[in-house]
């Protein structure tokens, strides 16, 4: 019994395997996110960037995980970080100009 449940599992991890290996954008995308820290999660919009700047990863249209995630990685730590509104901004200063006489 030990024997057949081992086999299935090994079975399980190479279906699994193979399922990630052929999938499209979307499941990419989320299995990407779910392996990645926050920091590093992305959405579909930087997905399709990923696309148009990497023509030649995507030339047969695969979205294999093993095979782009690292590039995408890499790709996403180069992006220019975004600044978020906060409330630590600079304090604004007003200065008083000088009256102009008409």
């Known amino acids: 019994m030990f024997f057949v449940n081992k086999k299935f599992d090994f079975l399980k991890k ?14 990419f995308l989320t299995e990407h996110n779910r392996l990645s ?18 023509k030649p990863l995507l ?11 690292m590039p995408f990685i890499s790709w996403l730590i ?7 509104n906060s409330k630590k901004q600079k304090k604004q200063i007003f200065k008083n100009y000088p009256e102009t006489k008409l």
């Open 14 to 27: 190479i279906l699994y395997h193979i399922y990630m290996t052929r999938n499209n954008k979307k499941q």
């Open 37 to 54: 820290p926050p920091n590093l999660q992305a959405d579909m919009d930087q997905l399709l960037r990923f696309k148009e700047e990497k």
């Open 78 to 84: 180069s992006l220019p970080k975004k600044k978020k």
């Open 59 to 69: 030339k047969n249209n695969s979205w294999s995980i093993d095979k782009i995630r």
